[in-house]
């Protein structure tokens, strides 16, 4: 057992300069359906040790492992968890299984919708990715539904689903009324609830924001959609090469790879389909600009869950010099809980970075210039709150607004050089 916990201690195989928490080391070894003979010992050897339960507990949720973890440690280490944890993990299970269930039927309910008035769709992430890739909607943690149309279907289907009983939230920005097709080019997606069970709908027909380009020719893969299994319902959904593609870019796009839920996709993805067909995914990554992407997702499944790769793509990670400054990034937000000082900064210099093409970032780099004047300029209800100005004085706002941010701004920096030894 001494042999077996020393091995513990090295997993996973990442940046030595980051010390990982053994409680992280057990979240990496559950994320997958399929345990291994040696991954079993890996984790019997860490839950003899004295961890953290409540925090395990709480990354597991955040991460979206609960599944996961509840059905390795009960099925692998029982005897050996304390009980209070596998009645909390049981509990979380039932509740995520009953939600997902319910989210699941909410979906085959959308798509029927959709397709009564011919418009094609197609689920994306959610209970699609959960049937597909872990072979069973309830151990994967989702909370809304993602479905993907054609642009020209955006505004029917939007009346048709209101029609149902949907409530439209448009976001901020988003026109109504009878100039609501100034949305289709500038926005990528509509979000819909509907208030008898509170099922989040986003309707995408594109995947990405405009801030954040990726210019793929759907219309291409709408003519390779592949017919599966959804609980009792027959559906169609992305061939699993566009499908990885996409899940590097929201990956990628959203908050930057912040939970292993994400990497597990891509791992049990790869898992689930052995004979895909990787030219087609680079074809489609090259010339959508998104091959760093693409390459980042693949290498964050090999070293943090040691999914396996081609030799080819294991050359081209190793041939872009710009990926493993991006890995450690992942690893050390992921693993050693870093703290994000400045979110907006550090987000927008990631979009930035993951990408290859020049005119892929100039977008990113409008929506950040334009983000920090609105941030730096435009008034908010704090400044209201801290200052209280007569209405003829209102505009002196604009001069508030800069002048408590570099207070702040200062004020935090003087605190973090205290503490940093």
């Known amino acids: 057992m001494t042999r077996v916990a ?33 991954q079993r010992e890996l984790i019997q050897a860490l839950v003899l040790k004295q961890l953290d339960w409540e925090f395990t507990l709480r990354k597991a949720r955040s991460h979206g492992l609960i599944p996961l973890l509840y059905r390795t440690l009960k099925e692998y280490c029982a005897d050996r968890v304390p009980s209070a944890v596998l009645q909390q993990l049981e509990t979380d ?24 008035a011919n418009i094609s769709a197609v689920p994306y992430k959610g209970p699609a990715l959960a049937a597909l890739a872990y072979g069973d909607v309830t151990l994967r943690k989702f909370f809304d539904l993602d479905v993907v149309i054609r642009p020209q279907d955006v505004i029917p289907a939007k009346s048709l689903l209101i029609s149902h009983g949907y409530q439209w939230r448009p976001m901020r920005g988003q026109v109504t009324g009878r100039n609501e097709a100034r949305n289709i080019p500038i926005w990528h997606e509509y979000n819909f609830i509907h ?73 049990e993805l790869l898992d689930s389909n052995p004979d895909l067909d990787w030219s087609y995914s680079l074809e489609l990554a090259t010339h959508s600009g998104a091959q760093r992407m693409l390459l980042l ?42 703290t994000i000082r400045y979110p907006v900064l550090e987000g927008q210099s990631f979009r ?38 007569p209405g003829a004085l209102s505009p002196l706002y604009y001069l508030v607004r800069p002048v408590r941010l570099a207070q702040k701004f200062w004020s935090r920096t003087f ?3 205290n503490t940093t030894p």
């Not at 400054?325 to 992921?334: A, D, E, K, S, T």
């Not at 983000?371 to 709150?385: A, G, Q, W, Y």
Request: glycine share 2%; net charge neutral; proline share 7%.
């Open 93 to 116: 299970c039932i509740t995520n299984t009953k939600r997902n269930l319910v989210l699941t039927t909410e979906l085959i309910k959308v798509l029927r919708i959709l397709e009564s």
């Open 297 to 338: 997702g693949l290498a964050l499944a090999r070293e943090l869950l040691q999914a396996p790769l081609p030799e080819n793509i294991c050359n081209l990670i190793r041939l872009d010099r710009a990926l493993q400054p991006l890995i450690q990034q992942v690893h050390h937000r992921l693993l050693n809980e870093h």
């Open 352 to 389: 930035i970075s993951v990408r290859e093409r020049l005119s892929d970032r100039i977008p990113t780099y409008r929506h950040l210039v334009k983000t920090l004047f609105s941030m730096v300029f435009i008034p908010n209800r704090k400044d209201h709150e801290v200052i209280n100005l």
């Open 6 to 38: 020393h091995e513990a201690n090295a997993w996973p195989p990442v940046d030595g300069a980051i010390d990982i928490r053994d409680e992280f080391r057990l979240l990496l070894l559950i994320a997958h359906t399929r345990i291994e003979p040696q």
């Open 195 to 267: 208030p008898d069970n509170n099922a989040m709908i986003d309707l995408h027909w594109r995947i990405s924001p405009a801030y954040f380009p990726f210019n793929i020719d759907l219309n291409d893969i709408w003519q390779r959609l592949e017919p599966a299994r959804l609980l009792d319902a027959d559906i169609k959904v992305f061939p699993p090469e566009a499908l990885l593609l996409f899940l590097c870019v929201h990956g990628s796009k959203d908050l930057w790879w912040r939970r292993i839920g994400w990497i597990c996709d891509i791992a």
């Open 415 to 417: 605190r973090h050089s």
